[in-house]
């Protein structure tokens, strides 16, 4: 029990700069926001919190022991495909340990990303994300906790499988959690973001990601690095780096809406739903609507 305890002191305090970001985002959105807030922003923010805190949970249950404990115990007992190949992680200084631990997580966020996009099952996981109509700060916490579970588990394998140690993966993590947030900021990005689009995700970039346009939506898969999207082909070819559309032409979604994903049961259901098609929804909306013949 005092093990659980202790894991839980330790995701509070690694979730400490995602808590710092969120605040400075609240803050960057209230003092110049892209578009004016809905009036739904503090339910949807609960909301997401709270399904975010049942992914961490479930982390906590499902995987006793911590990503970075977990490999540490590889890397020293000289398991992974790097010892194999006489590749010694542990020697690396902390710098080169970062480095590369970012560039990998990065890459294995995008490849993940990546096929939440390719396969039914896994995005019906995503969609939860996607099925936001608004991107502010909150949706960065929108992740269902099936989808938080699977993306661990490709870490810990690919991880322990290279046999590169944990030690950097505390600041890496802290860094892309904070990025994570300011990409989903509701703010504008000035004419110079594009130069910063060259190399990092921008809140620009990452918002035509959200856009409920089909020629959009498998585009911009990028987690805090742009490199990745360049390299597979997925940066949205007519992007460039600023976004040029008025903000109250652009609407977010996913490309098939279903209002059963605005609450938090039905967020943490949809994996297990199909999803309905545009004429089954049309069909319930207009079922829904009184008739006003009947009141004339």
């Known amino acids: 029990m005092s093990d659980f305890f202790a894991s839980i002191i330790e995701l509070l305090v690694s979730f400490a700069p995602l808590i710092i970001a969120f605040a400075g985002a ?27 805190a049942v992914g961490v949970w479930l982390v906590v249950v499902l995987f006793p022991g911590s990503l970075q404990e977990l490999s540490d115990n590889n890397a020293q007992s000289g398991l992974g495909l790097l010892p194999l190949l006489g590749v010694e992680p542990l020697n690396w200084s902390l710098p080169v340990l970062f480095v590369v631990t970012f560039c990998l997580r990065d890459l294995l966020l995008y490849t993940t990303h990546w096929t939440t996009h390719k396969f ?46 944990g030690t950097a993966l505390g600041p890496t993590i802290a860094v892309s959690l904070a990025l994570g947030v300011w990409v989903h900021t509701n703010t504008p990005s000035p004419q110079w973001m594009k130069y910063v689009a060259l190399v990092l995700v921008t809140p620009d970039y990452h918002r035509r990601h959200h856009s409920a346009a089909m ?43 279903d209002e059963q994903r605005d609450t938090l049961i039905g967020m943490l259901l949809d994996p297990f739903q199909r999803e309905l098609t545009e004429q089954e929804i049309a069909a319930t909306t207009s079922a829904a609507k009184p008739d006003s013949s009947q009141h004339s």
């Open 26 to 52: 609240y803050a960057l959105e209230v003092w110049r926001p892209w578009r004016r807030r809905d009036e739904r922003f503090w339910l949807r923010a609960a909301q997401a919190t709270i399904l975010y």
């Open 120 to 165: 039914p099952f896994l995005w019906r996981m995503h969609r939860v994300h996607h099925s936001d109509i608004e991107i502010d700060a909150s949706t960065a916490l929108r992740d269902h906790p099936l989808e938080i579970i699977y993306g661990l588990s490709v870490h810990i394998i690919v991880f322990l499988a290279l046999g590169i140690p």
């Open 215 to 257: 020629a959009d939506f498998n585009c911009n898969l990028g987690n805090s690095l742009t490199i990745w999207d360049r390299l597979f082909g997925t940066v949205h070819a007519t992007f460039k780096g600023v976004s040029t559309e008025q903000n109250q032409d652009v609407s977010f979604g996913c490309p098939v809406p």
